[in-house]
């Protein structure tokens, strides 16, 4: 059975979306994206994720769209027309249409911003063979441009990361720069060393993660320790445990770092709790 997608407006078959071959998007990589998780038919931590998309618009000077305070709706009647359960909503709003390609900007007078949403189904999303696993990370040179904060569309060199990552065995990769991790090709990156969870401090150089904000939030409630610093490869391998954090995978444990093995190759307790803590309460705050 084919989705109902959202298109400028209209709900339509997912065969039948439509979007112009000017998009700047399609000719420049000009919007941005969110994805929101679903579990259990409600929306997890939308609000973070609508803040973000506001402030990732604003970084770039792409106009709000018509819709923007309908978006909520827009994510629920997705969800509710395609039997979403477990699963996430895309959401991408670009700067739309001009009349031509060209480098500068359109005259925002001029175009209206296209605005995308499609849902993908993920049953037992929560309960992930691989978080019971954990999953193996290699380290590649970060060589994105410089505003990793803005969630942009821009997504080619953390897709051939994973396609590294595949083709050496491991199930993802940490993105390198002077030594120092910055973040995984999709998600946030953490280690733990004694009783201290040590991620990476909030700049230009790392999205500013809305799971990282809920899991460090939970962390410090739960009386764990945080330290949000730049850290290095090195020292990641030589972690007792690690895991990254984003919306579609939650907490994951990392259990191997390159060649090195992490604690007994198995999630470590820090990991495994900050998962069940996370999953917990993003359900009861669910929407």
Known sequence: MSRTVYVNGQYLPEGDAKVSIFDRAF??????????????GKLIDFDGHLARLERSLSELDIQKPDCFDDLLEIHRELVRVNGITDGMVYLQVTRGAA????????DPEEVKPTVVLFTQSKPGLADSPASKKGIKVISIEDI???????????????SMGKMMAKK?????????????????TSNNAYIVKGDTIITRQLSNDILHGIT???VLRFAREAQMKVEERHFTIDE?????????????????PVVQVDEAVLGDG??????????EIYLEESRKAAI
């Open 236 to 252: 990641a391998k030589d972690a007792d445990e690690a895991f990254v954090t984003s919306a579609s995978t939650f907490v994951m």
């Open 266 to 275: 198995t999630p470590g307790p820090v990991s495994k709790r900050l998962r």
């Open 144 to 158: 994105r441009w410089g505003r990793r904060d803005i969630k942009t569309v821009q997504l080619l060199y953390p």
């Open 99 to 106: 009349e031509d390609r060209d480098f500068v900007f359109p």
């Open 27 to 40: 000719l420049m990589a000009d919007g941005v994206y969110e994805v929101t998780s679903v579990l259990d």
């Open 168 to 184: 050496a065995g491991a199930d993802d990769a940490w993105m390198i720069e002077d030594g120092h991790v910055t973040e995984g």
């Open 212 to 214: 990282r904000a809920a």
